[in-house]
């Protein structure tokens, strides 16, 4: 079945800082990819999306580019702030389902000292 | 707009006990879905619904069941909570069709204790 995997965490960064969170995913037929972000204390909100390949999802200085060739959907910024620090979750939905199927990862968990 | 909306914010049961987590969301969304969170784990589905008197399973159903009678509200119940239950759940909406399909809109989640 359709599946997510990132990399492990804690991620220990000093601000501004270059992150990268890399993602990896199985799936059938073209789904769309996400990246959550969950800060302490709250549910989780969208930071970005892509829906087909080559797209790139942008929002708040992060990055992340739909590589169907690799399967993957990597985060990136360039200087990462204090305000940052959360847990990541790249997630992907089963093309034409509406949302209800979408498919986690582990989360990835990431501290930016000052 | 409230978005989702969930009720209690933190909630401690003892084996056996039943309850029901509350979740209302006030956007017209077609579809709502339950998950657990637990370390390590990322987050597994329940059960999901697509529509007023739509329910199915997910990933982890056993222990719970759910019911939409309206578009709004979806509440989520344990029948005979268990410790295996601790965790933190989260309520979402999500709607098919245009630019913001697919995206998932969570509630700040109810942290549940069984003991």
């Known amino acids: 079945g359709d599946s997510v995997t990132q990399m492990e965490g804690p991620v220990t960064l000093s601000e501004e800082a270059f992150l990268t969170i890399n993602c990896t995913y199985t799936?059938?037929?073209?789904?769309?990819l996400f990246w959550y972000v969950q800060y302490p204390g709250e549910g989780l909100q969208l930071l970005l999306k892509?829906?087909?390949?080559?797209d790139k999802g942008s929002n708040k200085g992060f990055e992340a580019t739909y590589r169907k060739e690799t399967t993957s959907f990597h985060l990136e910024k360039g200087s990462v702030q204090v305000s940052d620090s959360a847990v990541y979750f790249c997630?992907?939905?089963?093309?034409?389902?509406?949302?209800?199927?979408?498919?986690f990862g582990a989360g990835t968990r990431l501290f930016v000292k000052a | 707009n409230a978005g989702v909306t969930q009720t209690p914010k933190f909630q401690v049961l003892k084996t056996g006990q039943s309850m029901t987590l509350q979740c209302a969301q006030d956007?017209?969304?077609?579809?709502m879905s339950w998950y657990r969170q637990d370390p390590g784990m990322g987050l597994r589905l329940i059960h999901y619904?697509?529509?007023?008197?739509?329910?199915d399973q997910g990933e982890v159903p056993n222990g719970y069941n759910v019911s939409r009678s309206t578009t709004e509200d979806f509440p989520l119940r344990l029948l005979s909570a268990a410790p295996s239950q601790t965790s933190v759940y989260f309520c979402?909406?999500?709607?098919f069709g245009g630019g913001g399909a697919d995206t998932q809109y969570f509630g700040p989640g109810t942290r549940l204790t069984v003991l």
């Open positions: 979402a909406s999500s709607y």
């Open positions: 799936a059938t037929g073209y789904p769309s």
């Open positions: 892509a829906t087909k390949a080559d």
């Open positions: 997630a992907l939905s089963p093309s034409n389902t509406g949302g209800f199927k979408t498919i």
């Open positions: 956007m017209n969304h077609e579809y």
């Open positions: 619904s697509v529509g007023a008197g739509i329910t």
